[in-house]
């Protein structure tokens, strides 16, 4: 069964309008880790627009209290970032290529370019026994290079997919793809995890393009889902797919 993780950056955004402190960011994780998600994915950015540093201490406190879930914290690996997961030790690192400006993560590493960079980073995860995941395009030539560099896993990047209508025949290229590169990913001897404008429309279609998939990480649809039918049940929802 493909693992939920959810990410928690919208939840954030959302109690950054205002300075009361509520929605509360581990209130709303523990609600879906009591739900049944496997996990809690974050994302700091240097601005703090939605996970701030406190959150990331204050979620690794709660997870102690769920010692069958899993932190997974994503990022550029810049040296606070690289510290703050080192006091930190999460039990993933996801490694993001992302410019401080973007609003959103929209492409994978050119790990070729960044090897150096990206093997240092690995490197230091690797003295603490943190498993690593490297934010990859549908590109079936970058997982070899993402085991060369020492990677545990790679996370597709499922933008593209996502934005694509459903069932479109734009969908079914991507799909293609993901599924070529992820094949890639098992010859190489890594493990897949994916995220990013997963729903539970395209979701169900993704997960058979991708059957060795070992984890999901979904923010901003099941944040949407919950408006309507509350995190509880969303959890529940997504969980039925993925199994």
């Not at 026994?129 to 560099?149: G, H, M, Q, Y």
């Amino acid at each position: 069964m493909t693992k939920l993780s959810v990410n928690l950056n919208a939840v954030a955004m959302l109690r950054n309008r205002r300075d009361i402190g509520w929605p509360s960011v581990t209130g709303i994780a523990r609600l879906v880790l009591q739900a049944g998600a496997a996990g809690i994915t974050v994302h700091p950015r240097p601005d703090e627009r939605h996970i701030r540093k406190r959150d990331v201490a204050d979620l690794s406190e709660l997870l102690k209290n769920f010692p069958d879930a899993e932190f997974n914290i994503e990022g550029y690996p810049s040296e606070d970032f690289l510290q703050l997961v080192e006091k930190v030790k999460p039990h993933q690192v996801t490694f993001v290529p992302d410019d401080p400006e973007q609003l959103t993560s929209d492409h994978g590493w050119d790990i070729d370019v960044n090897f150096s960079l990206l093997k240092a980073s690995i490197n230091r995860m690797k003295a603490l026994n943190i498993r690593t995941s490297l934010f990859i395009d549908e590109d079936p030539n970058l997982p070899p290079d993402a085991k060369e560099v020492g990677a545990d896993r790679v996370e597709l990047y499922t933008g593209p997919y996502g934005a694509s209508l459903p069932n479109s025949p734009n969908a079914q290229h991507h799909l293609q793809r993901l599924g070529v590169t992820a094949r890639a990913a098992n010859a190489a001897g890594l493990k897949i995890n994916a995220g990013h404008d997963l729903t539970l429309e395209n979701l169900p279609a993704f997960v058979e393009a991708v059957p060795d998939l070992a984890e999901v990480s979904i923010g901003h649809g099941i944040t949407a889902d919950a408006l309507l039918v509350g995190f509880d049940e969303a959890v529940k929802q997504y969980k039925t797919v993925l199994s």
